[in-house]
């Protein structure tokens, strides 16, 4: 179809991150020939892709030989034995730079791990490295090019990451979302991006720019990556309030069952679906046909209208109060971009800011009624391609509403613009419903993979 699946022999590939785990567990691969592979494609394309915001090599190896020896020595293997994890320069790293893609940060080491990396450390995986991000997570874009067309921008501000994985730099990466910056870098580098349920992986050690917002996400080729990524990360943290004690939901597992049904999409039109990309609207038409009757159009209650607005205030009022130093002491380092969100947060009247913050309890009463009557909500992941250029990180106007909604979200590469560039595929899912959403992402992905046959 028009909205071109991937070809099968990408989809081979796209298995590999699970692939790999089985292997690296059973000796049948040794984790330092792993790491060398990924460190070979570095030094060949981080000239050209720039993902990488820190990046030793020496120290990548160091890991795999004793990880190697740990499993020689016969002894138990973390869930993520061996694999290489990339991660967005907000995350603390305990004795690895974490600059927060900052010049007022430059040659800030932290002394201790972020939360993420205490789990990564503890399941086996290796760390790679430290992925660039946007100036404070924000909008203004770091060095990162697009892996498909370096003219074109990868998105932001986990762009690095999205990067990282699509140019097969690295399996693995992590990353966060504040607006849309874990689903559109997916979308636009054509790589799998999933974000969680809002609370769902401790933030510990992670740049605060909006706690009412701010959410970790992962990069993997597909859906069973991500979930075999995330599964590790879910938890709580007492030091985060958004946590909640409670089991994680097994999602590797979930991404690995069938539905029993066929899974039921309500395909929905955002607000801004009238400035998306013509090529956009045709690939998601031809999406929709393809789906036959697991489709349905779904339009979403006028109160969806004003959810950017309302998020944009939580997020700059948030933002004001936590970046108070880089706006006071840093007026000449920050970029404009920055400095402005930062001014407009200090200029939020309290009344805005709270009646903003009760906004996500009208979306997701609504919400409850649209998940009565599907599986997930099919919408696009970005207005269109990557925008030529690298002096912009694209428009998130079609995440910034789930992210105010603290629902779960992932991208899929499944669409391709006549030039070549993706087109991401958003599956949206109920609030703590994240392995139900896994399923049936992983279905999909499975589905397109096979060119949409009859009866699928």
Not at 70 to 88: D, E, I, M, S, Y
Request: glycine share 10%; charged share 20%; with cysteine.
């Amino acid at each position: 179809m028009g909205a071109e699946a991937r070809q099968k022999e990408t989809r081979i590939e796209a298995h590999g991150v699970t692939l790999l785990r089985e292997r690296l567990a059973t000796g049948a691969l040794d984790a330092l020939a792993l790491v060398e592979s990924y460190i070979a494609r570095i030094e060949a394309r981080e000239p050209e892709v720039g993902a990488w915001a820190w990046f030793d090599p020496d120290f990548a190896r160091s890991q795999a030989r004793a990880l190697d020896a740990h499993r020689r020595a016969g002894r138990p293997l973390g869930r993520l034995h061996g694999l290489p994890v990339a991660l967005k320069d907000i995350i603390d790293t305990a004795r690895i730079p974490t600059e927060n893609g900052c010049s007022m940060d430059a040659g800030r080491v932290p002394l201790k791990d972020s939360y993420v990396v205490e789990r990564l450390k503890k399941e086996g995986a290796i760390i790679m490295g430290k992925t660039v991000t946007t100036e404070l997570a924000f909008m203004h874009p770091g060095k990162t090019a697009n892996p498909h067309d370096t003219g074109h921008t990868p998105g932001g501000s986990s762009q690095g990451s999205a990067a990282a994985v699509a140019d097969g730099m690295v399996p693995l990466a992590v990353g966060t979302q504040t607006g849309g910056s874990v689903i559109r870098p997916a979308s636009f580098c054509g790589v799998t991006g999933y974000k969680p349920s809002f609370g769902a992986i401790p933030r510990r050690g992670i740049l605060t720019q909006s706690p009412s917002l701010d959410t970790v996400g992962v990069f993997a080729s597909d859906p069973a990556g991500v979930a075999l990524l995330a599964e590790v990360l879910f938890g709580h943290d007492p030091e985060d309030p958004a946590t909640h004690l409670e089991p994680a939901p097994a999602l590797a597992t979930a991404a690995a069952t069938k539905p029993r049904l066929k899974p039921v999409f309500g395909f929905v039109r955002p607000p801004g679906w009238e400035n998306a990309d013509d090529q956009l609207k045709k690939a998601f038409g031809e999406l929709v046909e393809a789906l036959g009757d697991q489709v349905f159009e779904l339009p979403l209650p006028g109160v969806f209208d004003t959810a950017g607005e309302k998020r944009s205030v939580i997020n700059m009022a948030e933002m004001s109060y936590h970046y108070y130093r880089y706006g006071r002491d840093g007026e000449e380092q920050i970029a404009d971009v920055t400095r402005e969100a930062i001014e407009q947060g200090n200029a939020t009247l309290a009344r805005d800011y709270l009646s903003a913050l009760d906004y996500p309890k009208v979306l997701n009463a609504a919400l409850d009624e649209i998940f009565s009557r599907c599986d997930a909500i099919l919408c696009p992941s970005a207005p269109g391609p990557a925008p030529k250029g690298l002096n912009t990180t694209g428009d998130p106007i079609f995440n910034g509403l789930w992210t105010l909604c603290g629902v779960p979200c992932i991208n899929l590469p499944l669409l391709t613009s006549q030039e070549g560039l993706p087109m991401g595929v958003q599956l949206v899912g109920a609030r703590g419903d994240d392995a139900r959403l896994m399923r049936h992402a992983q279905w999909l992905f499975d589905w397109c993979g096979q060119d949409a046959p009859e009866g699928a």
